[in-house]
């Protein structure tokens, strides 16, 4: 099992990224995603997650309204969408995998953001 996340980079104020989870070993179809971030000298903090069964989503109040998070089926692939993006929104962003029982058992390598003028 693996998680590759990618489309981190630098970015604007008020710009938008949108990054990619792809799994391997495992489809999207029986097993949540969630994103989690962690900025230098600050705890990691899970910032959205997309349920395998009904699609429903949960998102931080730190990015409520903000970033979205879908997926591609086809290409077992999931999408969060960050717009308007925010200084403080720099930071490290991993993908994980959420097991049944809600814990999360692998996670994937990080992609970089930085929102920087």
């Known amino acids: 099992v693996q998680l590759q996340a990618s489309g981190g980079g630098l970015v604007q104020p008020g710009g938008s990224l949108r990054l990619s989870c792809t799994p391997s070993?495992?489809?999207?179809?029986?097993?949540?995603i969630g994103w989690f971030r962690q900025a230098p000298r600050k705890e990691r903090e899970g910032v959205a997650r997309?349920?395998?069964?009904?699609?429903?989503?949960y998102y931080a109040d730190s990015v409520k309204g903000r970033f979205s998070i879908s997926r591609d089926n086809a290409k077992n692939t999931v999408y969060p969408q960050m717009d308007n993006l925010k200084p403080e929104d720099t930071a490290v962003y991993y993908c994980?995998?959420?097991?049944?029982?809600?814990?999360?058992?692998?996670w994937g390598r990080g992609t970089q953001v930085t929102v920087s003028s």
């Open positions: 997309l349920s395998s069964s009904d699609g429903s989503t």
């Open positions: 994980a995998r959420r097991t049944p029982g809600g814990l999360y058992d692998y």
């Open positions: 070993g495992f489809t999207l179809d029986y097993y949540a």
